[in-house]
Structures are given as structure tokens and as C-alpha cells.
């Protein structure tokens, strides 16, 4: 089918090893509602990935659906298989708690835990029974948060003491405690003033040396900065009174938001639609 | 897709082919898993633990009551039909054990106090909600609360040494002025009514209001825009918009004076009769039931099985009560939408 | 003023100024009545608390506390019964904590929501309506006798006693056995009209409060903290038990408290499964009798004489009252100080 062609634009089988997540027919359900079908795409590592779209097409959806967090609601099913590190992470015997230490995720609104900044970080590795050295690590995933020198002096302090801003790095240093390879953020700036945005953005470029990002944002430019590769989800116009989501292209950023090869993506990159 | 190696260890698959390796996450899946389902198993009980005391009253009510019932000084027709409770009369016969006089006493006094509790109860949540400034609300809605909170025991007290003194020298003063001739006995359930009446006020007013409060404001602006006053915003929409949870509250605190032990033991009296007078003495199931537990009936004896029976039949009452007040407030709900 | 519609007909809006004035009218009077409803309580309140102070205070003496009960009013004192409150409702608070905590724990997070799930609540729901004396009459029956299956001679009897129970016969018979030959680590059964039995009673009373304040302040916790926690790879219970029940204890905490205080008031349930009006002693062990503060206001408010039935009556009131109060404002406390304000 046409989906077939839009699989990891352009690689060859030798770079395998270059795909660090790959999703093949996903479909979700939830309860007797098909949310989203047809969902095949490999995510390149240490690269960033935009899923963009109109609202309620599927992309929160597919990204949790990358660390099964969708088990969590009542009544989801997922058909398919998504392939992590060369491993089916819904295969039945998989433990859905052990994916989610691997795959960070980073949510829109800020959520750090009424607790301290030390024990905010400490959290994740504290319950998945990290060995090693507390304080080294909670320092080190606060510098790659771009946090540390903001906060050293305050470890004890209350981590929902500090800014917007600071409280979605503090989330996000949080999240690279458990040491994951990939790391998934849903909206994570949108409720973030421009210059939190920004920051937010830099960050992003600094972890892709050592992580992989895949980032859900409403916001096209944001997604035209940061992102290598772009994801368009949208409707299913065939069944257009269903809301179906599915994936219309898949490609390099540059390629979809200047020479779109299907006419519904280029309406909404120019604002047409959406 | 190639296998990145072909190691069988699930933890090999998932790690990376990367130069740092991960220190350190030393869990048994196996241990976490016993872990989990053990806790699951705890507090699973500890949620079904409530079906336990469920079946426990029954059984614990109902055991005895059936062994009352098998003796064959009495019968179950004669106790719910009789008219005269005479447990410590002789000759120990059915007749002496009609529970129509206590069952008498605690509609009375629950009736009385429904009649005093219920208008003073909607009025105030009627004032809470729709008059009353935030501020004073803040301030009342606690006071109210804390009537609610006092001990049962103590309003028994207030009731004989405060309610009672000033019923009899009001009517006292009546019956000169007016010639009237009305008696009030020390112990009466008019008393004891005024008392359980102040204890339930607080919940009528509580369920009352927060079902009004729950009535949108945008309900109250359209009837406001249509050149409403308050008072008919608030009797004309806002009440019949609230009603189910209105009637709910009536219905549960009629069950709480139903139950109520310690003030009417001390303030109604010890007599059981079938009387619709007031004024007089008379003596509800739980009084019954506390009289007799009170004077250390061994558990075997006729009396001492008998409050099973009586308990019972209470448990019987105020069980329907709460299950009409699901009912009301299921079928009246309005939708707002 | 337009007096005609579109269609020339008189409007029928014509003269309702003067209903208006009336209305109006009502509606002042009315909110008189309104305001007098809300005061009514209010002022029964205060009376009561005036009338208690004026009969009570004046005999308020350490030998409220320092003293047992006796036939002198002068000597009078509640010492068992405030004693026997304190350790009836320690039991129960120990008791409660784990059984209610637990349960809105299974409830809130963990329960399935199917027909089961719902019957559960609805039994919890009717359990909170059934009257206080019920109860009672469940503790006598359960642990106050064991539903008489320990009659002697009775198949449970004689399992007992052939595992070593002792049978002891008094007042009401029961079954003792030794632990480990330690003399006063023992266990008897049925527990009779013990402080025991009046606490696990009181237990099983204020169980569907706590479970239901219990459910509130762990709803209460917002959503995205567990997601947070989920995402960190936290297997259920460790978000529960790291995240979710800290979050939520002021409010637990809170609601034990007040339910610990009705408990204290309570005294029908406890006249019922056996407490006693007469103690002139302190309980040493929990397979003691017991007497507890409610039972001795209501003992002495029986007695003919003024001097109790009015007097120490009252005192006592006091004493209760001021306990209460202790453990209100301690719950209030705990609530203001602990309450996370989420920004």
C-alpha cells in the first residue's frame, strides 16, 4: 500500500541499527472506538521527531502507545506491534513497567511531585532500585537539564517552588534519571511563556547527541525549528465522520514543510486547514 | 527486522549497542511481581471487608431474632401486630409481646422531629445558599457542623434539664392564662423530639445545600434576567432543580432520628404505649434495647433475645429508608443539559 | 408607555407594579424567615453550652479525673471512664487505619469497575446509614460471644480446649490459653465484655466514615502525579504508596481524626456489647472490663440525686466537650498546616 513507501525515508537495511523505534499497523482502540489505524513509521536514533496534526488525530495517542502508557486507560487495545531496540514491547510476556523505565516521557502541563528537587530525580531510579551514586547522578541529569546551576543551592526545596519553565526541566531531568534511550514529550512547551519555549528548544538540541527525541506540538514552527524528521497525522478522509487518525506522511522536515508530496499536508503546514 | 543479538535475556534485547553500560538496576522481575499481587490480595480484602460486616449484622441480628421467635411464648404475628409490650409481665405469653407500642414511640419521635427539623433545615440551607454572603457562610456553615458533632448523650441532658423545665412552665403559664388544661409529663417525646430535631438539622441543611449549590449558576442568571426576585429564583428554580437531593436529605435524616438512642433513652421515657399525645411519656425501640442491656439479662433469656428481635426490625427500617433515599435521588435527578 | 401589543390588545403586563411591590414584599419577609431557620441552631447551640457551663462548671475538680465513680458526690470522679475512652478508641484507631485506608486504597486505585466493584461501595454507603445501636448488637453477637458457638460441650469448645484453651467460667464463660507460658500474654475467646471487644465494636462503627473521608482525599490527588509516576517505570503500588497516599495523608489523617471523635461521644454501642457503669478500677490488660466517659454521663444523669444528675452530669459534659475540642482543632491543625497548595 502507499504507507509501505513512507517507511524510513530512504534507509538501507544495513542501517538497522539506526532505528531505535519502530511502529508497524498500529491500531488503538479504545473500548469499541477505532481512535487511530494503519500507523507504520521507524524513528531514526539520535535524531528528533515532530508528530504534528489537527487536534484529537491521534498523535498523543501514538506517542503513548510508544511507552504503553495507553494500557493505563480502561478499555484501550492495541493491534499491531511496536518494535523497541529489535523488541515487540507488546509482546505478551513484556512488562509494561519495565518499557516505561526505558522510555522517558515528558508531559505538557509541568508535573513535578510535591517533593524536593533531589527526590524529584531520585525518584525513578529510587523505585527501579539504582545501586549507584545518588547524588552523582541527580547532578548529572540536572546539568543535562540545563537546570543545575539554577538550582544547586536548593536541592531540598520544594520542586513546585520553582517557575513554569524551570519545573518542566526539573520534569525532564526527572525523566533522563532512569537513563532511557528515548525520550517522548507531548506538548511539552505549550503551556511554557516564549522564553521557557525557548530554552526548552535548546535543550532539545543538546539531548539528541545522546538521546532520541520524539515530541508531539500543535505549534508548526516549533516543530519546523527543532525537529530533523516530521510526522503529519490527520483525519481519515475516507471515514470522515468516524475521526480516524492516521499517518498522511512521514519525512524529512525540510521536505515536508517546503515540497509536501500529498496535497492535505501542504493545506496544513500553510495554515489552510487545522 | 534483524535481531540487534540473538541473546535470549529479554534485559540483553532491550539495552543498545552503546559504549555506556547501565550501572546498577538490580530488581528480580519475579520478586516484584509476588510483591504486587501479594498487596493486590491485601487490599483486596480490606475493600471486601465491609461485605464481612454487612453479613455480619445480618446474621449476628437475625440468628437471635429467628431463636425468638422459636419460643413458644412467643409469635411473630402477635409481635408485629400486637399492641401491648409487657416483656417482664405474667404470665409470659404472646400478647405481652406486641412491638406496636415502641415501634409507635420512634415514629413519633422521629415524625416530630422530621415536622421541626425539615422546614428549619431547608430554610437554612435555602439562606446559606442563595442569601448569605460568602463570608457569612464561611462562618455559619461550621457552627452548623459542630451541632451535628456533639455527642448524643449530651443533648439527652439538654433535653431533661433545659427543654423540658421550659416546655412545662410554658405551658404551665398556658393553662393559667388561656385555662387550658394540658399535662406534660418529665419524661415526654416532645422534648426529646426538640433535641434529636437540633442534631438533624445540620444534615438536612448540609445535603440540602449542596445540592442547590450544585443547581448552575447560568439557571439562576436566566431567571434573574427574566426580572426574577431572589426569593423566587431561589423557590421557584433553584429548589425544584435541587429536589432529589432535597428529599434524599429528608429521607436520611428521618432514618438518623429513627436510630437515635441516647437522647430519647433519657429525655422520652421508659413506657411503652400506643398514644399519639406528645406530651406524654413513651418509650422508642432503641430506648427499649439500651433498658434492657442496661439491666444485664443473660443472653439466653427471653429478654435478652428480644432486643435482637426489636433490633431487627430497626435495622429492617432505617435499611429501607436509605434505600428509597438511593431511589429518590436517582429518579428525580434533573438533567441540566 | 405602550399599553397595546403588535395586535392592539391590552398587554397583559399592564398594573404589575403593584404585584411587584408586593413581591418584593415577600421576598424581604421571607428572607427574615430564612435568616431565623439558620439561627435557630445557632442559638439552640448556645443554649446548651450556657446551660452546661452554668450547671457544670462549678463543680469542675481534679477528682473528675483523679477519682472513681462512687456513691458520694463529693468523691464522684470519671477517671475509668476517661481512661477506658482513651484506650477504646487507641484500639480503634489502630484497628481502623489499616482496614479503611486499605480499603479506599483497593477502591480508588485498584478495584475494576464492574458489578462487584459497585456492590462494594453501595454496602459501604449503607453501612455509614445503620444506626449506632446495630452496632452494638454486632459487637455483643460477634465478639463479645462468638454467636454462642462456644457454648461448652460444642464442637468449636472442645477443639479449643483439646489445643490447649483453658475454660474459665465467671461471669460470662470463655476460653483462655497461655502464648509461649508468658503469663500475661494471653488470648481468650470469646472476648467477652472486654475493652478489647468494645474497641474492635467501635472499629467496625466508624469503618464506612473512614473509608469514605479516606476515598476523598486520595481522589483528590491530581491525576498527573500518577502519570508522572507511571512514566517513570513505578510498578502500581509504588505509585501508590510514593506518591499518591503522601499526598493524600493530611486529608486521611483528618478524616481518622474526626472519626475518632464521634467514636469517643458513642455510647450506645458499648452499653450494648457489655461495658460496664460500675468500674472502680483501670484496665490492665485488654481482657479487662472497661468503662468508658459516655457511659458514666449517662449513669449519672439517671441518678435521682441533683447533685449528679444535674451537677457532675454536666462537669463531665466538660470534660468530654474539652477532649473533643482537642481533637477537632488537632485535625484542623493537621489539615491547614499539611495541605499541599498546588500552584
Avoid at chain 1, 519495565?98 to 516521557?105: I, K, N, Q, S, T
Avoid at chain 3, 431557620?37 to 473528675?64: K, N, Y
Avoid at chain 3, 470469646?190 to 481522589?219: D, H, K, W
Avoid at chain 3, 468500674?279 to 458514666?296: C, G, H, K, N, Y
Wanted: aromatic letters at 10%.
Amino acid at each position: 500500500m502507499a504507507q509501505e513507501a513512507l517507511k524510513s525515508n530512504g534507509s538501507t537495511p544495513a542501517a538497522d541499527q539506526d532505528i531505535i523505534i519502530s511502529v508497524n499497523g498500529l491500531a488503538v482502540y479504545y473500548g469499541e472506538k477505532l481512535a487511530v489505524r494503519d500507523i507504520s513509521l521507524d524513528f531514526k536514533r539520535h535524531h528528533i521527531t515532530a508528530l504534528i496534526g489537527p487536534s484529537g488525530c491521534g498523535k498523543s495517542t501514538l506517542l503513548r502507545c510508544l511507552n504503553r502508557m495507553n494500557d493505563l486507560i480502561p478499555g484501550a487495545r492495541v493491534e499491531g506491534s511496536v518494535t523497541y531496540n529489535g523488541e515487540n514491547i507488546y509482546a505478551p510476556g513484556t512488562d509494561p513497567v519495565d518499557v516505561r523505565r526505558r522510555v522517558g516521557m515528558v508531559f505538557q502541563k509541568p508535573n513535578p511531585f510535591p517533593k524536593s528537587i533531589y527526590d524529584n530525580v531520585a525518584f525513578g531510579p529510587r523505585i527501579n532500585g539504582y545501586r549507584g551514586n545518588m547524588d552523582e547522578l541527580v547532578e548529572r541529569c540536572l546539568r543535562q537539564a540545563a537546570l543545575w546551576d539554577e538550582v544547586k543551592d536548593q536541592l531540598r526545596e520544594s520542586g513546585l517552588a520553582l517557575s513554569g519553565g524551570q519545573q518542566q526541566r526539573l520534569c525532564i531531568a526527572r525523566a533522563l534519571a532512569t537513563e532511557p534511550d528515548l525520550i517522548l514529550m507531548d506538548e511539552p512547551a505549550s503551556a511554557l511563556d516564549p522564553i521557557a519555549t525557548l530554552k526548552i528548544e535548546e535543550l532539545m538540541y543538546e539531548l539528541k547527541e545522546q538521546y532520541t527525541i520524539i515530541i508531539v506540538t500543535h505549534n508548526m514552527q516549533q516543530a519546523a525549528r527543532v525537529s530533523d524528521f516530521t510526522a503529519f497525522l490527520s483525519v481519515d478522509r475516507e471515514h470522515i465522520d468516524d475521526r480516524i487518525g492516521i499517518l498522511v506522511e512521514y519525512g524529512v522536515t525540510e521536505q515536508i514543510f517546503t515540497k509536501p508530496t500529498r496535497q492535505e499536508t501542504e493545506d496544513y503546514v500553510s495554515g489552510r486547514f487545522g | 527486522m534483524a535481531d540487534i543479538t540473538s541473546s535470549v535475556d529479554g534485559a540483553a534485547v532491550l539495552n543498545p549497542p552503546r559504549t555506556r553500560r547501565k550501572q546498577g538496576y538490580r530488581q528480580s522481575r519475579l520478586v516484584r511481581n509476588l510483591r504486587e499481587s501479594i498487596i493486590h490480595a491485601l487490599l483486596f480484602f480490606a475493600g471486601a471487608f465491609s461485605i464481612l460486616v454487612t453479613v455480619g449484622i445480618i446474621l449476628s441480628l437475625f440468628v437471635d431474632a429467628v431463636g425468638f421467635f422459636q419460643r413458644p411464648e412467643v409469635t411473630l404475628w402477635k409481635f408485629l401486630t400486637g399492641t401491648t409490650w409487657r416483656p417482664l409481665g405474667q404470665p409470659v405469653v404472646p400478647d405481652n409481646f406486641g412491638v406496636l407500642p415502641l415501634v409507635n414511640g420512634t415514629i413519633m419521635i422521629g415524625a416530630l422531629s422530621g415536622l421541626i427539623a425539615i422546614p428549619l433545615g431547608v430554610g437554612a440551607a435555602i439562606f446559606l445558599s442563595e442569601y448569605a454572603p460568602i463570608q457569612v457562610r464561611n462562618v455559619l456553615k461550621p457552627i452548623l457542623e459542630i451541632l451535628a458533632g456533639v455527642p448524643t448523650v449530651i443533648y439527652g441532658y439538654f433535653a431533661i434539664t433545659f427543654i423540658t423545665p421550659q416546655l412545662r412552665s410554658f405551658v404551665e403559664w398556658l393553662n393559667t392564662t388561656v385555662g387550658t388544661d394540658i399535662r406534660v409529663d418529665f419524661f415526654n417525646a416532645l422534648s426529646a423530639s426538640v433535641v434529636v430535631a437540633v442534631m438533624i438539622i445540620p444534615m438536612v441543611a448540609s445535603i440540602s445545600e449542596d445540592a442547590m449549590r450544585a443547581v448552575p449558576t447560568s439557571l439562576r442568571q436566566a431567571a434573574y434576567g427574566l426580572g426574577a426576585t431572589r426569593f423566587e429564583v431561589a423557590t421557584r428554580v433553584v429548589v425544584p432543580a435541587a429536589l432529589s437531593g432535597i428529599l434524599a436529605s429528608f429521607i436520611l435524616a428521618l432514618s438518623r432520628a429513627v436510630g437515635e438512642t441516647m437522647a430519647v433513652t433519657i429525655a422520652a421515657g421508659a413506657t411503652p404505649k400506643m398514644t399519639l399525645n406528645p406530651l406524654t411519656s413513651v418509650q422508642t425501640m432503641t430506648a427499649f434495647i439500651v433498658q434492657v442491656s442496661f439491666g444485664d439479662a443473660p443472653s439466653g433469656s427471653i429478654n435478652g433475645q428480644s432486643i435482637f428481635a426489636v433490633g431487627a426490625l430497626l435495622f429492617l427500617m432505617t435499611l429501607f429508608m436509605n434505600i428509597v433515599s438511593n431511589i429518590v435521588v436517582r429518579r428525580f435527578r434533573e438533567e441540566y443539559e | 408607555m405602550m399599553a397595546g401589543t403588535a395586535q392592539g390588545q391590552v398587554s397583559g403586563y399592564i398594573g404589575i407594579e403593584g404585584r411587584r411591590a408586593r413581591r418584593n414584599i415577600v421576598g424581604r419577609v421571607f428572607s427574615v424567615v430564612l435568616l431565623m431557620c439558620t439561627l435557630f441552631g445557632l442559638v439552640m447551640l448556645a443554649a446548651l453550652l450556657v446551660d452546661i457551663a452554668i450547671e457544670g462548671a462549678p463543680w469542675l475538680s481534679p477528682s473528675l479525673w483523679q477519682n472513681y465513680p462512687s456513691r458520694h458526690a463529693e468523691k464522684a470522679g470519671m477517671r475509668s471512664g476517661i481512661v477506658g475512652s482513651l484506650i477504646v478508641i487507641g484500639i480503634t484507631a489502630l484497628a481502623s487505619f489499616p482496614l479503611g485506608v486499605g480499603a479506599a486504597i483497593y477502591l480508588e486505585e485498584y478495584a475494576p469497575k464492574n458489578r462487584f466493584t459497585n456492590f462494594i461501595l453501595v454496602n459501604i454507603s449503607n453501612l455509614a446509614g445503620v444506626p449506632s445501636i446495630v452496632y452494638g448488637m454486632l459487637g455483643l453477637a460477634v465478639f463479645g460471644r462468638l454467636f454462642g458457638l462456644l457454648e461448652p460441650g460444642s464442637a468449636f469448645a472442645d477443639f479449643l480446649t483439646s489445643i490447649g484453651f483453658q475454660f474459665q467460667s465467671g461471669g460470662l464463660n470463655y476460653y483462655e490459653a497461655q502464648l509461649f507460658n508468658i503469663p500475661w500474654l494471653s488470648i481468650r475467646l470469646p472476648f467477652g465484655r472486654s475493652i478489647l471487644a468494645g474497641g474492635l465494636t467501635m472499629t467496625l462503627l466508624i469503618l464506612p466514615v473512614v473509608i469514605i473521608a479516606a476515598q476523598e482525599a486520595i481522589r483528590a490527588v491530581p491525576a498527573s502525579v500518577r502519570q508522572a509516576a507511571y512514566g517513570l517505570g513505578a510498578t502500581r503500588w509504588q505509585v501508590v504508596s510514593r506518591t499518591v497516599i503522601p499526598i493524600a495523608m493530611p486529608g486521611i489523617m483528618t478524616g481518622m481524626i474526626l472519626a475518632i471523635s464521634r467514636a469517643i461521644g458513642e455510647t450506645a454501642p458499648l452499653i450494648i456489647m457489655g461495658a460496664f457503669t460500675f468500674v472502680a478500677f483501670l484496665p490492665e490488660s485488654v481482657w479487662d472490663r472497661f468503662t468508658a466517659m459516655p457511659i458514666q454521663i449517662y449513669n449519672w444523669i439517671t441518678l435521682p440525686q441533683d447533685e449528679f444528675r444535674v451537677h457532675l452530669a454536666a462537669a463531665g459534659i466538660i470534660v468530654l466537650l474539652a477532649i473533643l475540642l482537642t481533637l477537632n482543632g488537632i485535625a484542623i491543625f493537621l489539615r491547614n498546616r499539611f495541605q499541599i497548595d498546588w500552584q
